[in-house]
């Protein structure tokens, strides 16, 4: 599994967004690249640089698709573009950042299970049965 980070900047630009399919098809092939579909991109060069062409100092923190789906519309369009993608496990994925954007231990009590029973279940690969 990959891992991307985020930037402030990143995040200011994404809330940004006023269209929501766009933002959640965003999430989306963000998500699908840190499981190694990475679709049909080339590389764009090493590091970010500034318009003076100095190395850029951006804080970065861990992507989490799960901040990032706050309303249903969005969440919506995040399941049906995840539904899109030819790995099961990519809906599996997104499955479970809704659970966690939504709240995975009121989910979990709402369904009769224990928290970590569910983050069990809505993990790649899990033997489930």
Known sequence: MNTFLRSDEFDDWLATLKDKIGRARIINRIRSAETGNFGDCEPVGEGAHNQAGEKAMTKFA????????????????????????????????????????????????????????????????????
């Open 62 to 129: 861990p992507f989490d698709a799960a901040d990032y789906l706050t309303d249903e519309e969005t969440i919506a369009e995040y399941l049906n573009a995840a539904l899109e993608d030819p790995s099961p496990d990519l809906f599996l994925v997104a499955v479970r950042d809704v659970a966690r954007a939504r709240g995975m231990t009121q989910l979990a009590k709402d369904a009769g299970l224990g928290r970590e029973s569910l983050y069990k279940a809505l993990t790649p690969g899990a033997n489930t049965l």
